[in-house]
Nanobody
Framework: QVQLEESGGGSVQAGGSLRLSCASP??????MGWFRQAPGKEREGVAS??????????GDSVKGRFTISRDVAANSVTAYLEMNSLKPDDTAMYYC????????????????WGQGTQVTVSS
């Protein structure tokens, strides 16, 4: 059973910052990241990262504002998404996600995802 432990999120005013965390305590997936979905909108890849290093990717709408990072242990990994200069358009449900191979990172086509955490940015 896939176990992705999400934390962070919440409500913030425009221009503010939030940090999301996603822990995989039992499996060190090759790729981790986030996608988001707002009501009435399509799913959008936010960021992805090769957990062994060397590759990150960001969605066009978050480049320069969001930063993805990770801590890796032998059989676990925790990914972080630092979100700065938040805008009302960033309001969405954010899903932590993981992939079995680094190819999942390139297209942000993840194999697994969590239940999501809400991020709300007010103007």
């Amino acid at each position: 059973q896939v176990q992705l432990e999400e934390s962070g999120g919440g409500s913030v005013q425009a221009g503010g910052s939030l940090r999301l965390s996603c822990a995989s305590p039992a499996v060190a997936y090759a790729c981790m990241g986030w996608f988001r979905q707002a009501p009435g909108k399509e799913r959008e890849g936010v960021a992805s990262l090769a957990t062994r290093g060397g590759y990150t990717k960001y969605g066009d709408s978050v480049k320069g504002r969001f930063t993805i990072s990770r801590d890796v242990a032998a059989n676990s990994v925790t990914a972080y998404l630092e979100m700065n200069s938040l805008k009302p358009d960033d309001t969405a449900m954010y899903y932590c996600a993981a992939g079995d191979s680094i190819f999942a990172c390139a297209g942000m086509n993840f194999d697994y995802w969590g239940q999501g955490t809400q991020v709300t940015v007010s103007s």
